[in-house]
């Protein structure tokens, strides 16, 4: 079983819609990252928390400790926002563990 | 100040050729992590260090790969030889040392090995 499972693991939306992506993981950690990969690019931080939310323009994150999950939530999807979404965690070992990512396609 | 620096960006080599890549970390972080990605799936760890020492090499495939951070800054992964399944996008990152620090990832060198 993957430490870190992220679902789902491919999704379309159409321009406007809001859109969620989910975390898993199995054990405690000590923080959570959002990340964003353009093909072809790096991975870009969007994101890191150990509890409550965080905002940064359309982009929502939520984690609960207690349930061990966490989500990214888009509002107002554009395409531009098409990318692989990755959910990585730290364990107190400091060890950072990435989940296989969402790849997200929004089409105008 | 540049984020997280590797290069070349992208290489493509003959298999049993050796190879390696290169990583700049952000200035004064601690924690340099390399990490492969296989298409259509998330990083996997190959190295940690904290400073000069590698302190979870753990999934690094140590026949073929080598990795040294000398002077606790800059690191550099070799593969030799390198065969068709190593083929992958390689990547760096870096934090400072913590629990609740964030990581900087680098823009990844893709390995075709052909």
């Known amino acids: 079983k993957n430490e870190v499972e992220q679902s789902p693991q491919n999704l379309t939306a159409q321009e406007g819609e809001f859109i969620t992506i989910n975390c898993s993981y199995s054990v405690g950690i000590s923080a959570l990252h959002w990340l964003q990969q353009h093909p072809g690019g790096g991975i870009v931080s969007l994101f890191m928390l150990s509890s409550g939310k965080k905002k940064h323009g359309r982009l929502i994150a939520t984690i609960n400790i207690q349930e061990k999950h966490s989500s990214l939530h888009i509002t107002a999807s554009h395409p531009r926002d098409s990318a692989v979404y990755i959910c990585?965690?730290?364990?107190?070992?400091?060890?950072?563990?990435f989940g296989t990512g969402t790849r997200l396609q929004v089409f105008p | 100040e540049a984020g997280v620096v590797q290069s070349p960006r992208y290489k493509i080599i003959e298999k049993k050729q050796p190879v390696a890549f290169w990583c700049n970390p952000i200035s004064g972080h601690n924690t340099l992590y390399w990490y492969r990605q296989n298409l259509g799936q998330g990083p996997e760890l190959l190295i940690r260090y904290e400073n000069e020492e590698a302190v979870d090499d753990s999934q690094l495939p140590k026949d073929r790969f080598s990795a040294e951070r000398l002077k606790g800054v800059d690191s550099t992964l070799k593969i030799q030889p390198a065969e068709l399944g190593d083929s992958a996008v390689y990547l760096c990152?870096?934090?400072?040392?913590?629990?609740?620090?964030?990581?900087?990832f680098g823009q990844g060198t893709r390995l075709t090995v052909v």
């Open positions: 990152a870096s934090s400072f040392t913590g629990a609740n620090t964030e990581a900087f």
């Open positions: 990585a965690v730290r364990f107190n070992t400091d060890k950072l563990i």
